[in-house]
């Protein structure tokens, strides 16, 4: 046998180069057959739901359960998403100071808040669009708040109408609202909200301007530019869609809301002391640190570092509460001790429902009370009423 016979017998046959080109075909990125844009972490699998053990552990369910648009609008930051990253960062910068001495068992977490009581001072932060994670939606969330007997902040922006949402289950019920200029029109959802059973009214002023990089580069059909129809106005002309829905804010927008508000009203997204005192000024009945879980201001502050500042601003005249980043049980603890008076939890709780429904959202806030009790009881604290200053260190740059 010659040379060239010798070559053919061992050379790649007809069957096996097609073969190969088939498999380098479906991997191409291009073909999208084989896509899988993020890793699963430290889990080498995906974990069922008896297996979750912190929050964290619920993310790759949901980012594979939902569309990658949907995983996008949870998970996206405003701009370069400094802020966004620096909302975690900032749980670095603040030690806990172990003192023991405490039984987990007997941590008791209940509290009050204007004139409720509460098993816990962690509740459910306003977030959008809950439907697209899961059918159940709002629904389903509010069946696992009550469950946990958590206090849940329904989004103005919500799958479902408030009412529904409040006849779904019997768990306490607040109201968040972005204000329109016409008065008429809040004038009518907050008088809906309340008639139904809300307890409080939040009116959100941080998001005010703001645009995702993410969406920008249009990979997927949720970073398209939106149909406007001709009842909605567009926005005005710019290169990054930013709205300008918001843009017309002012103090004095207050002064207009308190009277239709039978119930207490706070203003959430402050992140500066003199903020919290012009509140105070304009008839605010309490103040949520917040920087939008990092969508509102790109190079902001988190707001774990500006939480003391707002605090002493206010001076107990009104409850503080928190959200943007929170996590986990020891996270909430060292807000509590640099003076919040609740924390919410809104990505968190997403992932829950994302990934299991219901059972997921509701796991979601079974863990993290847990974690609490036991940073509690690390912490040698029995009771909301024993965490003071004297339990952590700070150090933010």
Same mark, same amino acid.
């Given at each position: 046998?010659?040379?060239?016979?010798?070559?053919?017998?061992?050379?790649?046959?007809?069957?096996?180069?097609?073969?190969?080109?088939?498999?380098?075909?479906?991997?191409?990125?291009?073909?999208?057959? &084989?896509? /899988?844009?993020?890793?699963?972490?430290?889990?080498?699998? @995906?974990?069922?739901?008896?297996?979750?053990?912190?929050?964290?552990?619920?993310?790759?369910?949901?980012?594979?359960?939902?569309?990658?648009?949907?995983?996008?609008?949870? %998970?996206?930051?405003?701009?370069?998403?400094?802020?966004?990253?620096?909302?975690?960062?900032?749980?670095?910068?603040?030690?806990?100071?172990?003192?023991?001495?405490?039984?987990?068992?007997?941590? /008791?977490?209940?509290?009050?808040?204007?004139?409720?009581?509460?098993?816990?001072?962690?509740?459910?932060?306003?977030?959008?669009?809950?439907?697209?994670?899961?059918?159940?939606?709002?629904?389903?969330?509010?069946?696992?708040?009550?469950?946990?007997?958590?206090?849940? *902040?329904?989004?103005?922006?919500?799958?479902?109408?408030?009412?529904?949402?409040?006849?779904?289950?019997?768990?306490?019920?607040?109201?968040?609202?972005?204000?329109?200029?016409? +008065?008429?029109?809040?004038?009518?959802?907050?008088?809906?909200?309340?008639?139904?059973?809300?307890?409080? *009214?939040?009116?959100? *002023?941080? &998001?005010? %301007?703001?645009?995702?990089?993410?969406?920008?580069?249009?990979?997927?059909?949720?970073?398209?530019?939106?149909?406007?129809?001709?009842?909605?106005?567009?926005?005005?002309?710019?290169?990054?869609?930013?709205? %300008?829905?918001?843009?017309?804010?002012?103090?004095?927008?207050?002064?207009?809301?308190?009277?239709?508000?039978?119930?207490?009203?706070?203003?959430?997204?402050?992140?500066?002391?003199?903020?919290?005192?012009?509140?105070?000024?304009?008839?605010?009945?309490?103040?949520?640190?917040?920087?939008?879980?990092?969508?509102?201001?790109?190079?902001?502050?988190?707001?774990?570092?500006?939480?003391?500042?707002?605090?002493?601003?206010?001076?107990?005249?009104?409850?503080?509460?928190?959200?943007?980043?929170?996590?986990?049980?020891? /996270?909430?603890?060292?807000?509590?001790?640099?003076?919040?008076?609740?924390?919410?939890?809104?990505?968190?709780?997403?992932?829950?429902?994302? %990934? @299991?429904?219901?059972?997921?959202?509701?796991?979601?806030?079974?863990?993290?009370?847990?974690?609490?009790?036991?940073? +509690?009881?690390?912490?040698?604290?029995?009771?909301?009423?024993?965490? /003071?200053?004297? *339990?952590?260190?700070?150090?933010?740059?």
């Amino acid at each position: 046998m010659g040379k060239i016979e010798q070559r053919w017998r061992r050379g790649m046959s007809r069957r096996r180069a097609l073969c190969g080109l088939a498999s380098f075909m479906a991997a191409s990125p291009l073909l999208h057959a &084989q896509r /899988d844009p993020w890793p699963l972490g430290p889990h080498r699998r @995906f974990l069922g739901f008896d297996e979750m053990r912190d929050v964290f552990d619920f993310e790759p369910i949901f980012r594979a359960n939902v569309p990658l648009s949907v995983y996008d609008y949870t %998970a996206h930051g405003t701009e370069s998403e400094f802020t966004l990253y620096r909302n975690r960062d900032a749980f670095d910068w603040v030690e806990l100071i172990g003192r023991g001495g405490v039984d987990a068992a007997s941590v /008791d977490t209940s509290t009050e808040l204007f004139g409720h009581a509460m098993p816990s001072p962690v509740m459910l932060a306003p977030t959008a669009r809950q439907r697209d994670l899961h059918p159940d939606g709002e629904l389903g969330m509010h069946r696992a708040a009550t469950a946990t007997g958590t206090t849940m *902040i329904v989004s103005n922006v919500s799958s479902f109408p408030f009412p529904r949402i409040a006849r779904d289950a019997e768990g306490p019920l607040w109201f968040q609202r972005y204000a329109s200029r016409g +008065m008429e029109s809040n004038r009518e959802a907050l008088g809906t909200a309340q008639e139904v059973g809300a307890q409080t *009214i939040v009116v959100t *002023i941080d &998001q005010q %301007a703001s645009y995702y990089e993410r969406d920008l580069h249009v990979r997927h059909l949720g970073g398209a530019p939106r149909r406007v129809t001709r009842r909605e106005r567009p926005n005005p002309p710019n290169p990054y869609r930013v709205g %300008a829905g918001r843009l017309w804010y002012e103090w004095t927008l207050f002064d207009e809301l308190r009277p239709m508000c039978d119930v207490p009203m706070l203003a959430k997204g402050i992140l500066t002391g003199e903020g919290a005192k012009k509140c105070l000024e304009h008839g605010v009945d309490g103040i949520i640190v917040s920087n939008h879980g990092g969508r509102a201001l790109d190079y902001g502050p988190s707001s774990l570092e500006v939480l003391e500042e707002v605090v002493e601003a206010v001076g107990g005249r009104v409850p503080v509460l928190i959200d943007s980043g929170f996590r986990r049980g020891g /996270d909430v603890l060292k807000a509590l001790a640099l003076g919040a008076d609740a924390v919410c939890l809104g990505r968190a709780s997403r992932w829950g429902l994302g %990934a @299991f429904g219901e059972q997921g959202a509701q796991k979601v806030l079974e863990i993290v009370n847990a974690e609490l009790k036991q940073a +509690m009881a690390f912490a040698g604290a029995a009771s909301l009423a024993e965490i /003071d200053r004297s *339990i952590v260190k700070t150090n933010f740059p």
